[in-house]
């Protein structure tokens, strides 16, 4: 098992989808999940020309 957090990105037809994987007691789901989902587009704001998406064909 890993011990520590990994992602996948999955490039959708209009959108970017990122999952998130990572160790959390079960207790702290929840908890763990709603702190994430708060953190991640902060940290996208933080660096505003930095993020990179796949070049596609479905456009």
């Known amino acids: 098992m890993n ?3 990994t992602g996948n990105v999955v490039q959708r037809e209009s959108w970017v989808e990122l999952r998130p994987r990572y160790p959390v ?3 702290r789901g929840t908890r ?3 702190t ?5 587009p902060e940290r996208f704001d933080d660096h ?3 993020e990179k998406f796949p070049a ?3 456009r």
């Not at 994430?36 to 991640?40: E, G, K, V």
């Open 36 to 40: 994430l989902y708060r953190a991640i």
């Open 48 to 50: 505003p020309g930095r």
């Open 32 to 34: 763990t999940r709603y």
């Open 25 to 27: 007691p079960s207790r």
């Open 56 to 58: 596609s064909r479905n």
């Open 3 to 5: 011990d520590r957090p």
